[in-house]
Each structure stands twice: as structure tokens, then as C-alpha cells.
């Protein structure tokens, strides 16, 4: 779901049901994605990502793509606090 003024987006990652609206009311808020800071920032709270893909949500390929860098960046925080 995107949001902020023209030119400057930022993005809602959500979850929805297959039929309502593209802008429509949606079950739960997992997190962010900003694209225009410098690199882009991405919070996402992945214990409710995998809460709802175990239930069957089926992210978009771009979701994907987030969800892949967010545990990423999770899991090189972990590494670096353990040293």
C-alpha cells in the first residue's frame, strides 16, 4: 500500500484478503519499506510474516524480495552482536 507525497513514496507491506480492494481496509500492518533513503529501509516484523505465510498468505514477488533482505539484514545484526 503506498504512501507519502508524489515523488517521494514509501510503502505499507500488509496483509489483505484476495477480494477486497486494492486500497481497501486490510487484517494487519507488518511493517514498512522506503525506498528513498539511501540504502532503502525496511522494517518488517517477521515473526508475523511467518505467523501468516504458516496461515497461507501468499506474499508478491516483491514482498518476497523484502522479506528475503529484511532476514538478512536480522540475521548479520545477530552475528554482529555475538562478536
Known amino acids: ?3 507519502g507525497p508524489r515523488k ?3 510503502y505499507r507491506v500488509v496483509v489483505k484478503e484476495k477480494q477486497s480492494k ?3 481496509a486490510y487484517l494487519e500492518n507488518l511493517g514498512t519499506y522506503n525506498p528513498t533513503r539511501n540504502p ?3 522494517k518488517l516484523n517477521l515473526t508475523r510474516v511467518n505467523y501468516w505465510i504458516e496461515k497461507g498468505a501468499q506474499p508478491t514477488d516483491t514482498v518476497n524480495r523484502l522479506i528475503k533482505a529484511s532476514t538478512k539484514a536480522a540475521n ?3 552475528a554482529e552482536a555475538q562478536a
Open 1 to 3: 500500500m503506498r504512501t
Open 8 to 10: 517521494s513514496p514509501s
Open 22 to 24: 486494492r486500497d481497501g
Open 40 to 42: 532503502a529501509e525496511i
Open 76 to 78: 548479520v545484526a545477530a
